[in-house]
């Protein structure tokens, strides 16, 4: 039988984003399979040179529409540290219940279009009735729903008031129970099991040798997460359980994303009892000459941020998001899979394409090519 090219994309109703995928078939068998970048290129690595530190922040914000509070608290912790800012412990605080109310709408997000990928459309909209609840939170919280523009060097923007305490736990006690609820939809529906489970397989091997990162990772076994093994905000003063499942398959990754709902709910609840009163902010305006790398934990997994500061505005902002590495392992999730399940394999990476964005810049004359 000839092996035939099956294009997936640029624009596909699994995906989020426009991306090409080439799936080369036999049959109904994947035989190998090829992506291309270059869909979402806006040039913010080249932008962000031409900002001063307090501009390059809004421009940071626009990287991801999902995991935005990420890509800044990353850039300013980055910058803090480098230069030695001095932010108040409130403010810490206060940047760490955003980025897990942040993974709950990510994950919230990735486990509703999973679901529809596979053909639970009830499923999928019972998720989002959920991740409403956190959008909702976003929305009393920051006045937006989206971009927070809650993070500025030295500190947050908005503070966490009694009635914003509130409103945040009444929500979080609604999404401790529903998580509880889809875990065992999840891994008991026999129709669902059957369409994930030993499916898009990454072992502990191949993802350790692809350096896969986040949900991704700890699905096949691979304890490594930045909140517990370079802690940052107020990490380091919260206790939390990484969640590991070792199968590697959709279903773990899944079952992962799952179980982290609830540890997140567990984290917010823990700085709202802990968290210090104080300001919310330090002055911050030039920053010393050098060298900063920063790494966050977003929801995807690692986010690191390679900066070359100078004393008015960062001379390079170089971006590595999650999807990054997480994409080399598609080619070996699809392999020998069948053309069916190929929208769920991909969506169970949870890819965010805007983020990982590249473009190939070809010399004409000299032939070379930079990505």
């Known amino acids: 039988m000839h092996e035939t090219m099956l294009p997936i994309g640029p624009y596909h109703p699994a995906l989020k984003e426009p991306e090409y995928f080439r799936l080369f078939i036999e049959g109904e068998i994947i035989k190998d399979a090829q992506f291309r970048l270059g869909y979402n290129h806006r040039g913010i690595e080249r932008l962000l040179q031409d900002k001063t530190y307090i501009q390059a922040v809004p421009t940071v914000e626009k990287i991801c529409g999902l995991c935005n509070h990420a890509h800044t608290t990353c850039f300013c912790e980055g910058i803090e540290k480098f230069n030695h800012t001095d932010v ?25 279009t999973f679901a529809d990928a596979i053909g639970f459309e009830t499923l999928f909209m019972h998720i989002w009735r959920e991740r409403e609840l956190v959008m909702e939170m976003f929305e009393a919280f920051c006045g937006n729903r989206v971009s927070k523009m809650l993070n500025v060097l030295g500190g947050v923007r908005w503070d966490v008031d009694e009635h914003i305490e509130g409103h945040i736990r009444e929500n979080i006690r609604k999404i401790e129970k529903y998580s509880t609820e889809l875990e065992n939809t999840f891994a008991k529906d026999s129709l669902i099991k059957a369409r994930i489970t030993d499916h898009g397989v990454v072992d ?11 949900p991704v990772a700890r699905a096949s076994g691979v304890d490594f997460d930045i909140r517990k093994i370079a802690p940052y905000c107020a990490y380091s003063e919260i206790d939390f359980d990484t969640q590991l ?33 104080g300001k919310l902010n330090v ?15 977003a929801p995807r997994g690692e986010n690191l941020h390679y900066i070359i500061t100078d004393r008015e505005r960062p001379k390079r902002v170089r971006i590595r998001p999650p999807t990054y590495p997480n994409m080399f392992a598609l080619r070996e999730m699809l392999i020998d899979e069948k053309i069916a399940d190929a929208p769920a394999i991909i969506l169970s990476l949870d890819p965010c394409f805007t983020c990982t964005d590249r473009v190939v810049v070809i010399d004409e004359k000299g032939g070379k090519m930079v990505i």
């Open 204 to 214: 502990n091997e191949t993802a350790r040798r692809l350096q896969v990162v986040g």
């Open 283 to 297: 002055p911050f305006t030039k920053s010393a000459p050098g060298e900063i790398t920063q790494r966050v934990e």
């Open 88 to 112: 108040p412990m409130r403010a810490e605080y206060i940047r760490t219940i955003t980025s897990e109310l942040e993974r709950l709408q990510s994950h919230y997000l990735v486990l509703g």
């Open 245 to 277: 499942e070792d199968a590697g398959d959709c279903m773990a990754r899944t079952i992962v994303r799952i179980r982290e709902l609830s540890e997140s709910c567990k984290i917010i609840k823990d700085c709202l009892d802990r968290m210090p009163k």
